[in-house]
Nanobody, 116 residues
Framework: QVQLVESGGGLVQPGGSLRLSCAAS????????IGWFRQAPGKEREGVSC????????YYADSVKGRFTISRDNGKNTMYLQMDSLKPEDTAVYYC?????????WGQGTQVTVSS
């Protein structure tokens, strides 16, 4: 059974930082392109960032480019999202998944709230 467990979210002031983690079981992440997605209240889920399986090429949505950094540790079967210079509009539930996502792999996500 595949499980993707996100962690590391929380409440942070604008300009602050958080590091999200995505721990996988039942699937070997290094075989796939993987990514972070987020869903803000009243909005559809959107892609934030992804990283390839082959050469580590990364992609970032324009809204987070220069502020977020995606990485993966294949030995730990874990993916990370370093989020710096956070803005209130980054408030959302963040999820990890394959890219493109597999509907069966969505986890509970981790809440990120950016507020003063």
């Amino acid at each position: 059974q595949v499980q993707l467990v996100e962690s590391g979210g929380g409440l942070v002031q604008p300009g602050g930082s958080l590091r999200l983690s995505c721990a996988a079981s039942g699937v070997t992440l290094d075989r796939y392109a993987i990514g972070w997605f987020r869903q803000a209240p009243g909005k559809e889920r959107e892609g934030v960032s992804c990283i390839s399986s082959s050469d580590g090429t990364t992609y970032y949505a324009d809204s987070v480019k220069g502020r977020f950094t995606i990485s993966r540790d294949n030995g730990k079967n874990t993916m990370y999202l370093q989020m710096d210079s956070l803005k209130p509009e980054d408030t959302a539930v963040y999820y990890c998944n394959k890219d493109p996502p597999n509907s069966a792999y969505w986890g509970q996500g981790t809440q990120v709230t950016v507020s003063s």
